[in-house]
């Protein structure tokens, strides 16, 4: 909590101590924040002009529909003191980067009632270095109740007007995520900020695998404006998967079979609180809690590809990817040692199924992706592929590994992203085949995933740009690792493992992967959206 004098207490209020801002956001000095829009970009009618102190300035302050400018007030200066232009310079904010505003109050020890008015504070997003956004405040200090209390109705007016940013949200908690740590994550980090945007919420913390499938089922959703995940990956698919199939039936589809599915009706925000959070570091190009927890506040929304996974006819889930081969078989041990921390279970698997190497028989078919640019050239030339651009093609033989990507699936072990050249919603998969090749070799393959090294240039590593991918082996049961003798089998005796966001997929046949084009909206902003983000303030 900012501190006043001696003997006094200062909070930033809306109607009472209950809404003390957080110790979070740490005030700004205002010569950090120059701005580095054109001046046009300040533009627009005006609403108000007073004076406030800002950074101990008295400050000519300026509100318009789309910026709050200020500028020093100087006495007369000398002519020619270009210092004194330097000083004077006048600074601005978009109000698009703020999220909240109170009003400042000191309190003291034997003081009643509402306490001394300071001033207005503003909630400000801050866009930081690769991709980080910071929560910070902007004090306007006047101690006139009838001056702030124009302003402060002001603001908050402009700011209703950002009908995208949510007002009431859905919290799903998954206390046994990474350690345990995901209920101190949110209550530390993540509600203190929702509170201060006045977002209100609605908790509920998972009790078992599947809880929260079965709760989005059957909650009433209609009150909120936003779904938003806490926990790793498998609770973050978990719940995107939920929030599919309710819209599915919400539409009135059969979902034993989904062919072309609908989008969500609600957007799910992703509070990376898991041990590798690839959804969500993919979603914000960085796993930090306090940069996703604003890009919900501030309702930046990002459409994301989703694939649908069936088999023989029948539905099995919504995905963002999987992994069948060395992957599936590797998450396959990893959940029978479910005693092992994260890391060690992880480390223990790949070891473990490194040294059972094996290839899997099958055939692999897929659709390659034509994009629309593609597509209006070969009308353009007359090419017979033009009225159709159902072209199949089928891979056969030992395979390593085969791993299905609609997201870059960017973690702490592959900085640049398992998928590197897949974007979050370009209407392809990355289709990645590691054929039979010796131990050595595919260690070599796997290690380049966390160097700045192409971990594709491997005479036995194929990729493509697809839609549509169908894997079927071709033996009639998929290996069998042990940890000992006739117990702790990675696969069940005729499933073959999948790895599916992080969640094992047991499948007896060929398996039938279709991306849809962004058919959910996730809070968040692309790594390339990022780079001209609407949060401009990088001035920290």
């Given amino acids: ?242 929030l599919l199939l309710r819209a599915q039936k919400n539409a009135g589809k059969e979902t034993d079979l989904i062919l072309t599915p609908v989008r969500a009706e609600l957007p799910l925000g992703l509070i990376p609180a898991g041990s590798t959070n690839v959804l969500a570091h993919s979603l914000h190009g960085i796993p930090h809690v306090v940069t996703a927890t604003l890009h919900i506040i501030m309702g930046h929304i990002q459409p994301v590809d989703v694939c649908t996974f069936s088999t023989t006819g029948k539905f099995l889930r919504f995905g963002f990817s999987a992994m069948f081969g060395f992957g599936g078989r590797t998450l396959a041990l990893a959940e029978k040692h479910r005693w092992m921390s994260p890391n060690q279970r992880r480390d223990f698997a790949i070891i473990k199924a490194l040294a059972k190497l094996q290839p899997e028989d099958c055939e692999i078919s897929f659709l390659p992706f034509i994009s629309s640019q593609d597509l209006q050239e070969r009308k353009v030339e007359g090419s017979p592929k033009s009225v159709s651009n159902d072209q199949w093609q089928t891979i056969q033989g030992q395979i390593l590994n085969v791993s299905i990507m609609a997201i870059p699936c960017l973690c702490s072990v592959a900085p640049r992203g398992l998928a590197p050249n897949t974007r979050l919603n370009n209407g392809s998969m990355a289709l990645i085949i590691a054929r039979n090749t010796s131990r050595p070799e595919f260690i070599k393959h796997l290690k380049r995933y966390a160097s700045v090294k192409n971990q594709f240039n491997f005479p036995f590593v194929e990729t493509y740009t697809v839609e549509e991918v169908k894997v079927r082996p071709r033996t009639n049961s998929a290996p069998n690792l042990e940890e000992d003798a006739g117990r702790h089998a990675a696969a069940s005796e005729n499933n073959f493992p999948w790895n599916v966001d992080g969640d094992l997929v047991e499948v007896a046949s060929e398996v039938h992967v279709k991306l849809h084009p962004r058919l959910i909206n996730l809070y968040g902003g692309s790594m390339e959206e990022m780079n001209d983000s609407e949060v401009n303030c990088n001035c920290l």
């Fill in 1 to 242: 909590m900012p501190r006043g004098r001696r003997g006094g207490r200062v909070s930033a209020l809306e109607g009472g101590p209950e809404e003390e801002a957080p110790p979070a956001a740490a005030a700004v000095p205002s010569a950090l924040w120059a701005s580095q829009l054109q001046p046009e970009a300040a533009a627009g009618q005006i609403l108000l002009r007073g004076i406030f102190e800002i950074g101990r300035s008295s400050c000519d302050v300026v509100l318009s529909e789309r910026a709050l400018r200020w500028r020093p007030i100087q006495p007369e200066r000398p002519a020619g003191d270009s210092k004194y232009d330097v000083l004077c310079k006048e600074e601005f904010i978009e109000l698009k980067d703020i999220f909240s505003v109170k009003l400042k109050r000191r309190y003291s020890v034997k003081q009643q009632g509402s306490g001394t008015l300071l001033g207005i504070t503003l909630f400000i997003c801050l866009k930081k270095e690769q991709n980080k956004l910071k929560d910070s405040t902007l004090d306007l200090i006047n101690l006139s109740e009838d001056h702030c209390d124009v302003w402060f109705k002001q603001f908050k007016k402009l700011l209703a007007g950002f009908s995208n940013r949510p007002k009431s949200l859905k919290i799903i908690l998954n206390p046994q995520s990474h350690k345990k740590e995901a209920t101190q994550v949110y209550y530390e980090k993540v509600e203190p900020l929702l509170r201060t945007a006045g977002i209100k919420t609605d908790v509920t913390i998972t009790e078992y695998e599947g809880h929260a499938l079965s709760l989005l089922k059957e909650c009433e959703l209609q009150e909120f404006d936003g779904v938003v995940c806490v926990g790793g990956d498998g609770s973050a698919s978990e719940i995107a998967h939920a």
